[in-house]
């Protein structure tokens, strides 16, 4: 009999699909966020590949609404989506998710999504820029801040990391246009920075994520923010440290292992338990 803390065999995660090997290149960070909860809660589920060009037919078809907005007003249709038919439960947005999880299944796997911490890390341009997602969480409020904050630092300096995504060459055309068209640029290559700009690029990324760094060295037991005990929070940092794996050229990647003394590098390894995509 499945009860409220029992995991179902019938979660369906939906991803966006990368090109072959999927397994392999999966690399958006929200979704990662959630595949690091699941696993981390041991709960059976399947995943569910969308080309990115269907994103927004999967979500009507699901009937979710878009959890996102793009800077215009207009819906902002993404992934990842979690369905849980024996709950009736269909979630779309990686935080609703994680939330979604403890509460419905709070004995499983490797203990609490959200033990209390001190998260104060404050993405430091302020945050009027991104206005893609509003949150107003009176549960979890501390994760759901530091959430947003760790979406807008790492946002900031994706350039160093878009020319690296591994588009399926099936629809590359089509996805790279539609980047060209949200960014409002004349093309592609008008998204990457290169020379003397993207090394004041990396210098902004490396500076900009001294204070998240720090809440890594409070707890010098580490890996994680509270030493060896993962959660959430790891989690949100962890899906944009996997994204930096698999998209910025080795070479960048390994220099920015090694910031602050390793934290990031430490926090992605230390993460792998958890990694398997299934």
Partial sequence: MTTASTPSAGLVFYDIAMRPP??????????????????????PYSTSWVQQPDISKVRRALGIPAARKFGDGSDFHTLPVLSDP???????????????????????????????????????????????????????????????????????????????????????????????????????????????????????FCDTLAGLADLFKRDPSGPFLLGTQPSYADFIVGGWVKMMHVTMPRAELEEARTWHGGVFGRLHDALQIYAEVK
């Fill in 86 to 204: 024996t709950h009736n439960a269909l979630i779309g947005d990686s935080f609703d998710i994680a939330i979604y999880l403890q509460k419905t299944y709070p004995d499983s796997g490797s203990g609490n999504l959200f033990p209390p911490q001190k998260l104060d890390y404050v993405f430091p341009y302020g945050l009027a820029m991104f206005p893609l997602s509003e949150r107003n969480d009176v549960e979890f409020t501390e994760y759901s801040v530091f959430n947003t904050n760790v979406d807008a630092v790492f946002t900031t300096h994706t350039q160093l990391m878009g020319h690296g995504l591994p588009f399926d060459p099936a629809i590359e055309d089509i996805v790279r246009a539609d980047f060209v068209r949200r960014a409002k640029v004349a093309s592609w290559d008008d998204l990457t920075v290169r020379g003397e700009e993207r090394e004041k690029l990396k210098k902004s």
């Fill in 22 to 43: 999927i397994t392999e290149t999966c690399c958006s960070p929200n979704p990662w966020k959630s595949r690091y909860a699941l696993n981390f809660k041991k709960i």
